[in-house]
Nanobody, 124 residues
Framework: QVRLVESGGGLVQAGGSLRLSCAAS????????MGWFRQAPGKEREFVAT????????YYADSVKGRFTISKDNTGNTAYLQMNSLKSEDTAVYSC?????????????????WGQGTQVTVSS
């Protein structure tokens, strides 16, 4: 059974950086699109970034554009989220997800495999 496991979260000061990883276990290759979502306390889950199965196309929420970068390794089994210039409003639980298809999508209903999430806390 394929599982997604996130890592790399933690506590960082405003203006700092973190790199989140999302590793898929139970297989050696994937060409599905992947995405990152986040949920802050008392708020709805929101889209952060997505990358197509080929890795050629990426899309970002306006709130993170220019600061965050999503990428995948050559096997497609690991996705990353590089987060720079972090702000206190970026504090949330970040979850990665795998789409049912190869097209990058911001719609959480298009994702059928989710990780448990990793906490990111940005202190001001």
């Amino acid at each position: 059974q394929v599982r997604l496991v996130e890592s790399g979260g933690g506590l960082v000061q405003a203006g700092g950086s973190l790199r989140l990883s999302c590793a898929a276990s139970g297989r050696t290759f994937s060409n599905y699109a992947m995405g990152w979502f986040r949920q802050a306390p008392g708020k709805e889950r929101e889209f952060v970034a997505t990358i197509s199965g080929s890795g050629k196309f990426t899309y970002y929420a306006d709130s993170v554009k220019g600061r965050f970068t999503i990428s995948k390794d050559n096997t497609g089994n690991t996705a990353y989220l590089q987060m720079n210039s972090l702000k206190s409003e970026d504090t949330a639980v970040y979850s990665c997800a795998e789409s049912i298809g190869r097209v990058a999508t911001m719609d959480p209903n298009e994702y059928n495999l989710w990780g448990q999430g990793t906490q990111v806390t940005v202190s001001s």
